[in-house]
Nanobody
């Protein structure tokens, strides 16, 4: 099995910054992509940013220019640097990893989520 664990959430004032980390571990042969999603109370879960193993990135329009996704393939870890945070960024942030396990089994694993609260 592949396990995904997020960390780095917390309380920050508007305009502040946070850096989220997501580490995938287990019987991993390869990872095709990892991404960050968020879900605010009463709202649908939405894509924030994704990154492929090759480095291709995709961002939601609402975070472009403020958030940066990056990865360390040697550690199966993805990061989300969040700058100029706004109250509307408040949500539970989830990490997702997609790839192939050892023995040719596909996986798509979600982390448990980490709370990000932006408030003065």
């Amino acid at each position: 099995q592949v396990q995904v664990v997020e960390s780095g959430g917390g309380l920050v004032q508007p305009g502040g910054s946070l850096r989220l980390s997501c580490a995938a571990s287990g019987r991993i042969f390869s990872i095709n992509a990892m991404g960050w999603y968020r879900q605010a109370p009463g709202k649908q879960r939405e894509l924030v940013a994704t990154i492929s193993t090759g480095g291709s990135t995709n961002y939601a329009d609402t975070v472009k220019g403020r958030f940066t996704i990056s990865r360390d393939n040697t550690k199966n870890t993805v990061y989300l640097q969040m700058n100029s945070l706004k109250p509307e960024d408040t949500a539970v942030y989830y990490c997702k990893a997609d790839g192939m396990e050892i023995m040719y089994t596909r996986f798509s694993s979600w982390g448990q989520g980490t709370q990000v609260t932006v408030s003065s």
